[in-house]
C-alpha cells in the first residue's frame, strides 16, 4: 500500500511557495471559495433550481 502511495506521489505535481500564495490570495481575497447563485442553482435538479420557478426567492 505505501508503494502505491508513493507513486501516487511522485505523478503529483510539486507547489511552490509562489502558487501557494496565489492560491491563499484567490480564496482569502477573491472569494473564490463561494459558488455564485447561478452556479449553486446549476448544482440543483431542475425543480428546484430559482431559474426554472422564477416566483421562487
Known amino acids: 500500500m505505501n508503494e502505491e502511495l508513493e507513486e501516487i506521489y511522485r ?3 510539486r507547489t511552490d511557495s509562489k502558487a501557494y500564495a496565489a492560491a491563499q490570495r484567490a480564496l482569502k481575497d477573491q472569494e473564490e471559495l463561494f459558488f455564485s447563485e447561478s452556479e449553486l ?3 440543483l435538479p431542475k425543480q428546484l ?3 426554472a420557478n422564477p416566483t421562487k426567492t
Open 11 to 13: 505523478g503529483a505535481s
Open 41 to 43: 442553482d446549476h448544482l
Open 49 to 51: 433550481r430559482t431559474a
